[in-house]
C-alpha cells in the first residue's frame, strides 16, 4: 500500500505542517511495510507563483495570513473546484471592490483564472506515483484548494482512496464536506493520530475492511454519507509523536522561494486549554470539539524540541500550544534556558503571568509571546470570561517590555452589553502606554463556530448567517453553508461606530509613536529616577524622593486599590489617608506614571536596562564591597530592544 500525504496553499512555507509530520511517522511506527509520502504542494504553489512572474512573498502573505477573515484565498481556488476559470468573478467583484486594495484584487482575479492549471498539474504528478490513498489536511484557508485537488484526483484515478482532515472538518463542517462532494471517500473529524490508522488497517484488508466501528469518520454505505459517533476518548500525549519534518525540509531545498521566510519550526507540548475547560472565552472558537487539556511529559517534549533543532539547524520554534502548560516553566524551559542552542521560541501565553515566570521565558529563549490581552477594560474583559483584569493586561505589557519580549495581541470590541464608558476612559490614558507592545490591530469580533457565543444563541448573537465569502466561493444553498462555515454574519454588538473609530484612531497613534516612546525608572534605594520619551508627556526626567511616594510606586508593581495603598503607608510608619493617596494617583496619571482602570491602579514603568547593575551598587554600598565605577546620578539612558 502507498499513502501519499499533502499539504496545499495556503498554509505557508515558512513551517512544515505539524499534522502531517505528526500523521506520517504514526503511519510509518504503525505500518512499516506501508510507503508514505508527504507532499509539500504549497511550496510547490509559492515556486509556480514565482514562475508567474509578479507574484511573490507579499502575495503569498496575503493569502496565507491577512486574508482569512475575508475568505480570498479559498475563492482564489473555487476556479478549480467547480472547474471553472471564470467561477463567480462578478460576485467576488462586487463583494469585495471595497475591501481589497487595487493589487489584492488584481492578485485575486489573476490566481483564480491561472489555478486550474495548477490544479491538473499537481495531481497528475500525485496520480503517476500510483498511491491507494491520497489524504489533505485542511486548516484556515486551505479548505477549497484541497477539495479542488481531491476532485481531480478522483477524475483521473477513481480507484484512489480520497481522504481530508484537519481543523476544517471538525464537527458539522466536516459531515458538510463529506455530504456535499461525492469525490471525498473519507472525512476524519477530530483528532486523527487514532482514527487514520484504523482507516488504513481497514483498507488494508484489516477486520474485512470495515470502517463502521472508526469513531468521528465520515464515510459512504450505498452511496449515502454516514457519520460515525465521535471518539467517547481523547488522545493521551504519549499517542503524539515526534513530528517528521525531513519531506519538507528535502521539498525546502529544491524550492524557488526558500529565501521568502526563514523557517520555523512547528512543536507541540499540549491540547486544549486548561482555563477554557473551566471558562471558554467567550468569542473563542478554538480547540472544536476538542477542549480537554493534555500536555507531554516535561522530558519528552524537551527531548523532541532539541532532537529537531539538532536535526535541522533550526533555532526558531513556534509553539502550537493554545496556552501555556505552567508546570513548564520549571521543567521544560529551565532547562532549555541551559541548553547548547540559542533557542527563539514564541508562546501563547495567559497574561496574569507574574515578572518572575516571564523572566524564566525569556532566559529559556522565549521572544515573542501571545498572551490572549484582547481588552484593556476590566467590565468588557469580564463579559469575555477571560479571567483577568485590564490592569493585570497592563502589567504584563510593561513586564514583557522590560523582558524586552515581542507581544502578539489584538484589541477586540463588540460584546454584548458593552458601552462606550467602558473605552473612553481607556483611550484617554492610552498616550501614556505608548512605550509598551502596541496591538496589531483592532476589530469587531466575529463570530466563530464552537464559541459559546455561537453554542448559546441567547448570549447575543441568535440571529446569524455564514459570511459571505462562502456564499461567493461554494456552490451550495445557505442551509449546507451553515454547517461547512466556520464564521458567521451577526448584526453588530457593543460600541458604535463612532467610538469604534476613536479606539482604532487611537491604536494607530500608539503604534506610530510607539518606536520613539520611552518610560523606564531605576530603583536606587532612597529614590527613584524616571525617565520619560512619550510625546503626550512634556517631562524628561523625574525623581521621586519622599520615602512614602517611593514605596507607594513600589507597590503599584501590582495593581492595588486606593484602600491597599492606604493601608501600606500605614505599614511603612508614615501614614496617609485615602484622599491623599488618590490625590497621588491622579498627579501621576497626568504625569503618565500609572494606569488606573475600575478600582485599580498599575505602575506603567519598565524596567531600566541597567537596573541589575544598580542594584548591585546599592547592595555594594551597603555591605561595604567593591564600588561600581557607574555614575548613576546622571540621566539614565534605555534602548527600546524589540
Known amino acids: ?130 498511491p491507494d490513498v491520497v489524504g489533505a489536511t485542511s486548516t484556515f484557508q486551505q479548505n477549497v484548494a484541497s477539495l479542488a485537488l481531491l476532485r481531480r484526483i478522483k477524475e483521473l484515478s477513481p480507484a484512489t482512496k480520497t481522504v481530508m482532515g484537519g481543523a476544517n472538518c471538525d464537527g458539522p463542517q466536516g459531515e458538510a464536506l463529506h455530504r456535499n462532494f461525492a469525490f471525498l471517500d473519507y472525512v476524519v473529524r477530530g483528532e486523527a ?8 488497517a481497514a483498507l488494508k484488508g484489516d477486520q474485512g475492511g470495515d470502517t463502521s466501528h472508526i469513531a468521528g469518520l465520515c464515510r459512504r454505505d450505498g452511496g449515502r454519507s454516514v457519520s460515525n459517533p465521535p471518539a467517547e476518548r481523547l488522545l493521551a500525549p504519549s499517542e503524539i509523536p515526534s513530528p517528521d519534518y525531513d519531506p519538507y525540509f528535502e521539498r525546502l531545498r529544491r524550492s524557488r522561494v526558500q529565501s521568502w521566510y526563514e523557517t520555523v519550526l512547528t512543536v507541540e507540548g499540549a491540547r486544549g486549554c486548561w482555563w477554557g475547560e473551566k471558562h471558554h472565552c467567550t468569542f473563542c472558537g478554538l480547540n472544536g470539539s476538542a477542549m480537554t487539556f493534555r500536555s507531554k511529559s516535561p522530558h519528552t517534549y524537551l527531548e523532541e524540541i532539541l532532537t529537531l533543532a539538532e536535526r535541522h539547524h533550526v533555532l526558531d520554534f513556534y509553539a502550537v500550544d493554545n496556552i501555556l502548560e505552567m508546570s513548564y516553566l520549571d521543567s521544560v524551559l529551565d532547562r532549555l534556558a541551559e541548553a547548547p542552542f540559542d533557542l527563539r521560541i514564541q508562546y501563547e501565553v495567559k497574561s496574569n503571568m507574574k515578572l518572575s515566570q516571564i ?90 463556530r464552537f464559541s459559546p457565543y455561537f453554542d448559546r444563541p441567547e448570549l447575543g448573537f441568535a440571529e446569524r448567517r455564514p459570511q459571505e465569502q462562502y456564499q461567493v466561493t461554494y456552490d451550495l444553498p445557505e442551509s449546507e ?36 516612546s520611552r518610560l523606564s525608572y531605576v530603583d536606587l534605594g532612597d529614590r527613584i529616577e524616571l525617565t520619560n520619551s512619550r510625546p503626550d508627556f512634556a517631562w524628561r526626567t523625574m525623581t521621586l524622593r519622599d520615602a512614602t511616594e517611593v514605596e507607594l510606586f513600589r507597590a503599584l508593581h501590582d495593581p492595588r486599590s486606593a484602600d491597599q495603598l492606604v493601608r501600606r503607608t500605614t505599614g511603612s510608619g508614615s501614614a496617609w489617608d485615602r484622599e491623599r493617596v488618590e490625590s497621588l494617583l491622579a498627579d501621576w496619571r497626568r504625569q503618565g506614571l500609572v494606569f488606573i482602570e475600575g478600582d485599580r491602579a498599575v505602575h506603567v514603568a519598565t524596567d531600566h536596562e541597567n537596573q541589575l547593575i544598580c542594584r548591585i551598587r546599592r547592595e555594594s554600598d551597603q555591605t561595604g564591597g567593591p564600588e561600581l565605577a557607574l555614575d548613576l546620578a546622571e540621566e539614565p539612558t534605555c534602548v527600546k530592544i524589540s
Open 1 to 130: 500500500m502507498k499513502i501519499t500525504l499533502v499539504c496545499m496553499p495556503w498554509a505557508t512555507t515558512a513551517t512544515p505542517s505539524l499534522a502531517l509530520g505528526i500523521l506520517s511517522r504514526r503511519i510509518a511506527d504503525t505500518f512499516p511495510e506501508v510507503a508514505t509520502e508527504t507532499v509539500y504542494a504549497n511550496i510547490d504553489f509559492a515556486d509556480w507563483m514565482d514562475e508567474q512572474g509578479g507574484l511573490g512573498a507579499a502575495e503569498y502573505s496575503f493569502f496565507s495570513l491577512h486574508s482569512y477573515f475575508l475568505g480570498c484565498g479559498d475563492w482564489v481556488f473555487s476556479s478549480a473546484l467547480y472547474d471553472d476559470p471564470s467561477w463567480r468573478v462578478d460576485e467576488f467583484r462586487g463583494a469585495y471592490q471595497n475591501r481589497l486594495t487595487a493589487d489584492q484584487m488584481d492578485a485575486s482575479l489573476r490566481l483564480h483564472r491561472l489555478v486550474p492549471a495548477f490544479i491538473d498539474a499537481m495531481a497528475r504528478r500525485i496520480v503517476a506515483g500510483e
Open 193 to 200: 493520530e487514532r482514527t487514520f490508522p484504523e482507516l488504513v
Open 359 to 448: 523572566g524564566q521565558m525569556r532566559r529559556a529563549g522565549v521572544v515573542s509571546v501571545q498572551p490572549g490581552i484582547e481588552s484593556l477594560s476590566t467590565r468588557v474583559l469580564k463579559i469575555m470570561d477571560k479571567g483577568v483584569s485590564g490592569t493585570h493586561n497592563v502589567r504584563f505589557l510593561r513586564d514583557a517590555e522590560s523582558n524586552s519580549l515581542s507581544v502578539a495581541w489584538n484589541y477586540l470590541y463588540g460584546f454584548p452589553g458593552e458601552t462606550a464608558e467602558d473605552y473612553l476612559p481607556i483611550i484617554e490614558q492610552l498616550p501614556a502606554l505608548h512605550h509598551l507592545h502596541p496591538s496589531n490591530g483592532v476589530n469587531r469580533i466575529a463570530l466563530e
Open 481 to 516: 453553508l451553515a454547517d461547512l462555515a466556520y464564521v458567521f454574519e451577526t448584526p453588530s454588538q457593543g460600541i458604535d461606530a463612532k467610538v469604534a473609530e476613536r479606539l482604532k484612531q487611537a491604536l494607530d497613534e500608539w503604534g506610530s509613536n510607539y518606536i520613539h
